[in-house]
């Protein structure tokens, strides 16, 4: 992944992204070419000395059934958003400006593990509804469903562990830009209602020294 000194990203930023993004992109390459597929994960710091990403695919998904070639890759996304010149203060100081995108994203690489074991994915599961459900009043849960249920449901999935190796993260938000630009950023964001990428760009706006 390219990435300038201004859109790096420390460690803690990098953990912080691997626990609370959404959903991201399993690949591996394998005999059939690459593979791809958008999996929840979660996040495990201490499973290996880089954590692990841990999930699930439909048995009849092939891709766990295809032994990958090297490392897998996993493709992890935070807020991103179309940043048009008209919010920058310099577009009526000179008008040299762009459009630009600004995302945040971490290519996490490391080695597939598939877990075909009930009583693994159970926990997978439970574990992936309680951080996704925590946001709500009434958090469902897996014991709301009726346990033959469940079990039925289970049979049909296979546990994925992805054991980390390394990432490459890139927090592109506007740091190279002015204040005053920033600001234009932030505010325009604000206005049409994209909070989360107003709130990743005024948390990552280079600070005075």
Same mark, same amino acid.
């Given at each position: ?49 880089? !954590?692990?990403?841990? !999930? ?13 070639? !090297? ?112 600001? !234009? ?25």
């Amino acid at each position: 992944m390219y990435v300038p000194a201004h859109f790096s990203a420390d460690e803690q930023a990098v953990r912080d992204l691997l626990h609370h993004h959404g959903a991201a992109d399993l690949v591996t390459a394998t005999d059939k070419g690459l593979i791809a597929t958008l999996l929840p994960f979660v996040y495990d710091p201490d499973a290996g000395p880089h !954590g692990a990403l841990l !999930g699930h695919l439909a048995r009849n998904n092939e891709q766990w059934r295809l032994p990958p070639h !090297g490392e897998a890759l996993v493709i992890v996304r935070g807020p991103d958003a179309y940043i048009t010149p008209s919010w920058y203060a310099t577009k009526a100081e000179h008008g040299r400006v762009v459009p630009t995108w600004n995302y945040i994203t971490a290519h996490v690489y490391g080695h597939l593990r598939v877990h075909d074991d009930p009583a693994w994915v159970e926990a997978v599961v439970r574990r992936l509804t309680d951080k996704h459900e925590a946001g709500f009043e009434h958090p469902w849960s897996v014991d709301d469903a009726p346990a033959a249920y469940i079990a039925g449901q289970l049979r049909a999935v296979v546990g994925v562990e992805v054991c980390i190796t390394r990432a490459e993260a890139k927090f592109k938000l506007s740091q190279n830009r002015p204040p005053a630009d920033i600001d !234009g950023v932030v505010r325009g964001l604000r206005q049409r209602g994209d909070l989360d990428s107003a709130a990743a760009v005024e948390a990552h706006r280079p600070r005075p020294a």
